[in-house]
């Protein structure tokens, strides 16, 4: 589960990167003649928009996985552990999506 935590961690702060050097960094270049990736590349730019949205709520949801996890662990010390499907579910998972539309 860890693993998991730090590559959302990893691909959240890649794409915010990608995004602000690409995009952020080309509007401020904006002038009367010049036109900008936004102008030539709208769905690009929104694709990796939603793409930065959902790693962060990746970053969320991996943190509430880990925090859920432990108090299992605490809670219950003496359990068989079951399966770790449904954090994989959860941290990556559709549930989380619907906030993006």
Excluded: P
């Amino acid at each position: 589960m860890h693993k998991n935590l730090f590559m959302s961690l990893f691909l959240n702060g890649f794409v915010v990167i990608l995004f602000k050097s690409i995009v952020i960094m080309d509007e401020l270049k904006k002038s009367a003649t010049y036109e900008t990736i936004m102008d030539r590349n709208g769905d690009g730019c929104k694709f990796l928009f939603i793409l930065t949205k959902y790693f962060r709520m990746t970053n969320y949801m991996w943190m509430f996985c880990e925090g859920f996890y432990l108090h299992k662990l605490i809670a219950a010390a003496f359990a068989e552990q079951k399966s770790l499907l449904m954090f994989y579910i959860i941290g990556w998972g559709k549930f989380h999506t619907l906030n993006l539309l």
